[in-house]
Structure formats: C-alpha cells, structure tokens
C-alpha cells in the first residue's frame, strides 16, 4: 500500500528500470483482472506497474463519488510516484482514464492502447443494470469483497456510484481528442459495450490513431481473445510511429 491524493492505494510496483507498461483495470473491477490476463504474455518485455483504484480491488473507498477526472488524476499522481515515462493499457474505464492522462499530461505517457473506451458516455449501447436483490448482484458483491477491505456491506455503495459514473460521464467532444499528442491503438471486441460508429469515430479524430477490431469479442475482449489481442498490442507498442501506409487515406488527412 502507498498513498495516494490521501488515499492508502493498493500498487504493483515494477521491480526494476526499463520500459514500463501500466495497466489500468475497468470499472467495479480491479488490477488482477489484467494482470492474469495481459501480464504473463507482456512482463518478459516490460516492467508492469498497476494499481486499484478508490473504491476497488484492494484499495478503500472513500465518501466521495466517482468522477473520471478524480480517477486520471490519482493516475498521474502513481505516475508522479513511479518517476519514468510509460506505456498506457487501459481497459474500459481505465481506457477513458488513460484517455483523461494522456490529454492533461502528455510528457508522461509514451503510447496508449485504450480498450472498449468510450469518450462520451451517450456512446454506449444500451446495457440492463443489475437488481440489488439479483442473483448477478450477490455474484459480483461476493467477488468485490473478497478483495476490498470494506466488505461485503459496501458493495450497493460501489455499485450505485459506479452505475452514476457510467450513465453520467465521460463528456468528452472530439474537438478534445483532437488534442492527444501520443500514439494511440483503440481497440474493442466487435459486440463491444460502445457503438462501432462511436469507437471509430474516436480512432479517426485522435491523431494518427491506430484501429483494432477484434472479432468474435465483447467487452471481456481481453479474456476471450487472450492471444491475439496481445500479438496486436506487441505489435503498436514496437512499430515506428507515425506509421507508414502504401495508400494512406484516413490517417494521412489526420496527421495533416
């Protein structure tokens, strides 16, 4: 545990110098959904840093509600913490988070791979919330507690903020994404929580972006296609950028 903006924060610190990925987990989940599953194939190369969250995994909750604004800046605050530059995999929230660092504080972040992100929250596919009384409910509240040093009572409380994040942020316009000055892969399952028109939409106005739509996938794209998601990943974190097509078309007119 470190603290982070006055909050004890539960981190996976890399254990030595060299090229850094940190990967930022998704909503009501925690570090060790992407730590078992990117992890094994990217810690070879890279140096993996990771950290919950307020209010997940391991780390407390606090009174205050969730806002992605809160999230990017206790991210750049485990920048701050970790003094190097990295590579950035977020997924889904953690991909609007990366999304919210990379704007406010380019200089520490080298690339960005955002998966199942969404820049706007009017871009979601309609999605059924759980009831409190449900099955799926007491499911998910069993697996919160299991980590969260809360418990198992403060799980409606989670949940509630969460579902009130999700429905009311982000608010970004592309006339924003316009601004991010890093590389960055969007890349999302092709039965993902977003819209297609809304995840392309986000790849052709980010500068330079680079596309990945990965089929036969949903929202769970990194535990359902494990392999081929991260040969792709591999793949943008290495290639020169910006990078050279035969017959550019869309990202010729974006990198101007």
């Known amino acids: 545990m470190i603290e982070l903006k006055g909050q004890p924060t539960w981190v996976h610190l890399p254990k030595r ?8 987990h998704g909503g009501m989940s925690s570090s060790a959904s992407l730590l078992n599953s990117l992890g094994p194939h990217l810690k070879k190369k890279y ?24 999230m990017a800046d206790e991210t750049i605050a485990f920048l701050e913490y970790l003094d190097r530059k990295v590579h950035l995999i977020g997924h889904s929230d953690g991909g609007i988070v990366a999304l919210l660092v990379v704007l406010k504080r380019p200089d520490l972040v080298d690339r960005v791979v955002l998966v199942g992100a969404n820049f706007h929250h009017r871009g979601l596919l309609p999605v059924a919330t759980m009831r409190e009384d449900s099955p799926e409910f007491a499911e998910w509240a069993a697996k919160y507690a299991e980590l969260s040093p ?40 092709d039965d993902d929580v977003a819209t297609l028109s809304h995840t392309c939409a986000m790849y ?22 494990t392999d081929l998601c991260v040969t792709i990943i591999k793949d943008f974190l290495t290639r020169p950028w910006p990078t050279e097509t035969r017959a550019p078309m869309r990202r010729a007119q974006s990198l101007g």
């Not at 110098?17 to 930022?24: A, C, I, Q």
């Open 17 to 24: 110098k060299g090229e850094t990925v940190l990967l930022l």
């Open 47 to 70: 140096r993996l840093a990771a950290f919950d969250r307020r209010g997940h995994g391991k780390s407390p909750d606090s009174n205050q509600p969730f806002h992605y604004a809160a």
């Open 204 to 225: 052709e106005t980010i500068p330079g972006a680079q596309l990945a739509i990965v089929p036969g996938a949903s929202h769970a794209v990194l535990k359902e296609q």
């Open 150 to 189: 809360d418990g198992i009572e403060h799980a409606p409380v989670v949940y509630r903020k969460s579902i009130r994040l999700f429905t009311h942020e982000p608010r970004l316009h592309r006339e924003e994404l316009r601004n991010v000055s890093r590389p960055v892969l969007v890349m999302a399952g």
